[in-house]
């Protein structure tokens, strides 16, 4: 079990000053949720050691089994204006995380996977509940791949973990305090209206490229030409056009 000691000695303004840690929890999201409710402080971190029903983005399953790698959700309460730099806080964060590992050069695929030589190593999933006053909480769901191993499984080549690209196990406790800590450092930036967005851009993959963006049930195809600050992707169509697009699924194409 990840020590409880690590939420205890953080030294952080608000990420990790609470903290719940779950042996087994269906998902870290659902228990952040109820907490946030019942009014749970901001910066609450819900921590399971496996998941049952973990979720991804677009509906998707996050496979989580025990004791490998960290499945977080964080209770956040950023003004709702905010919420988008949140994002861009919390990819960074990642970004900031892996690297102290040593050695690695993390990139962000948009909106919000970080990745490894072109694999993922970590997912966000960011869920708001917003009443019509603006009054409410985001929660910032994390999952970082430790040491999990994905060679051999249905996700060679699309996942990694830190521990395959470094080539050694990882003490999952230090990763956890290097990530409450930079998601604590950025989380203030982003609340201080510190621009994030160039450098969060800076590490975006494919732009310049071609790509088909999977959005509810828009498709939409064409070169991924920026972004804009508060995070959306701007696609050039062949027509010329120009859509923004707030979130999605890029594909990006490897030819033409
Ligand atoms: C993605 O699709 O990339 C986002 C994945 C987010 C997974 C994390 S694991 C902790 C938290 N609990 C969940 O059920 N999902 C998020």
């Not at 269906?26 to 910066?43: F, I, K, N, W």
């Not at 962000?108 to 030589?117: H, M, Q, S, T």
Request: charge should be positive; charged fraction near 20%.
């Amino acid at each position: 079990m990840l020590a409880a000691a690590v939420v205890h000695s953080l030294g952080t303004r608000r990420i990790g000053r609470c903290g719940y840690l779950f042996p087994r929890l269906p998902s870290t999201m659902d228990a952040a949720h109820r907490l946030a409710q019942v009014g749970v402080g901001e910066g609450a971190v819900v921590l399971a050691e496996e998941q049952t029903a973990g979720r991804g983005r677009l509906g998707r399953r996050w496979v989580s089994p025990p004791g490998v790698n960290l499945y977080l959700s964080l209770v956040l309460r950023p003004p709702a204006e905010a919420a988008r730099r949140v994002n861009m806080a919390c990819c960074l964060a990642v970004v900031d995380t892996v690297r102290q590992v040593g050695g690695l050069a993390p990139t962000i695929k948009w909106p919000n996977d970080v990745r490894l030589g072109g694999r993922k190593v970590c997912g966000i999933l960011m869920e708001g509940r917003w009443d019509s006053g603006g009054m409410g909480w985001l929660v910032v769901g994390i999952g970082l791949n430790v040491n999990g191993a994905f060679t051999g499984t249905p996700l060679e080549g699309v996942a990694t973990s830190l521990a395959q690209e470094v080539g050694h196990p990882l003490d999952r406790g230090a990763v956890l305090r290097a990530l409450l800590r930079a998601l604590d450092a950025r989380y203030e930036q982003a609340l201080a209206g510190v621009p994030l967005w160039q450098e969060w851009k800076g590490l975006l993959e494919g732009l310049g490229t071609r790509v088909t963006v999977r959005w509810g049930e828009q498709v939409v195809e064409g070169v991924a030409q920026g972004v804009t600050p508060e995070g959306d992707l701007l696609v050039a169509q062949e027509d010329g056009r120009v859509v923004a697009l707030p979130a999605g699924e890029v594909t990006t194409h490897i030819t033409g």
